[in-house]
């Protein structure tokens, strides 16, 4: 499924920001949808995850209590709203979209399509 993130740019420590994905098709609400990020030379890391009816969420820890997950499949689109941005927030974030409906999952090789990426850069 092809997957268009945006919304990403430059904000202030303590602000805020909402990531989107909109995905094309009709097959978006079968596909469990996460969001990762990387950091400049560093590896892509989970983010937060959302399962296909919203009925499931998880985050890394790293970002719980400040992120929040939610998906409209109606409008074939996930969010990510990220509140009290940090500076270590600073990366690339990309969408991703996982067939396997069981569980909710973390690591980059579970997803089966990708985002292109919208850079979030939080200045101090």
């Known amino acids: 499924v092809p997957l268009q993130a945006y919304g990403g740019g430059l904000v202030q420590a303590g602000g805020s920001l909402r990531l989107s994905c909109a995905a094309s098709?009709?097959?978006?609400?079968?596909?469990?949808m996460g969001w990762f990020r990387q950091a400049p030379g560093k590896e892509r890391d989970f983010v937060a995850a959302i399962g296909w009816n919203s009925g499931s969420t998880y985050y890394a820890d790293s970002v719980k209590g400040r992120f929040t997950i939610s998906r409209d499949n109606a409008k074939t689109t996930v969010y990510l709203q990220m509140n009290s941005l940090k500076p270590e927030d600073t990366a690339v974030y990309y969408c991703?979209?996982?067939?396997?409906?069981?569980?909710?999952?973390?690591?980059?090789?579970?997803?089966?399509?990708w985002g292109q990426g919208t850079l979030v850069t939080v200045s101090s």
């Open positions: 991703a979209a996982d067939r396997n409906l069981y569980k909710l999952r973390q690591t980059t090789g579970a997803y089966d399509y």
């Open positions: 098709g009709r097959t978006f609400s079968t596909y469990n």
